[in-house]
């Protein structure tokens, strides 16, 4: 079992930025795909950015391609969201999730666990 913690949502300025951490439990973290995805309030879950177990391979969505940046760090078992330029578009629950392999995904099917969400809200 894997449990994922998210952390470091809040309340930004458009133009800002934000990092999000997600924690991993497990001992299987650097041969586990992780994903970033979020939902805003009437919408379904959108796949945000990916990530390959060595972080070798990253996938990011168009809408926040040269704006997020995917990263990970095996060594502490967490996976990390750089959002910078925000927009209000951007406002959302972000949840983070990880596969029991290593290739990444870009829809929530895939993904065998889920973090509990944290959320972002960019005001203009």
């Known amino acids: 079992q894997v449990q994922l913690v998210e952390s470091g949502g809040g309340l930004v300025q458009a133009g800002g930025s934000l990092r999000l951490s997600c924690a991993a439990s497990g001992r299987t973290f650097s041969s586990s795909a992780m994903g970033w995805f979020r939902q805003a309030p009437g919408k379904e879950r959108e796949f945000v950015a990916a990530?390959?177990?060595?972080?070798?391979?990253?996938l990011h969505a168009n809408s926040v391609k040269g704006r997020f940046t995917i990263s990970r760090d095996n060594a502490k078992n967490t996976v990390y969201l750089q959002m910078n330029s925000l927009k209000p578009e951007d406002t959302a629950v972000y949840y983070c999730?990880?596969?029991?392999?290593?290739?990444?995904?870009?829809?929530?099917?895939?993904?065998?666990?889920w973090g509990q969400g944290t959320q972002v809200t960019v005001s203009s």
């Open positions: 999730a990880a596969r029991r392999n290593t290739f990444v995904a870009v829809t929530p099917g895939p993904y065998d666990y």
């Open positions: 990530i390959s177990g060595s972080g070798g391979s990253t």
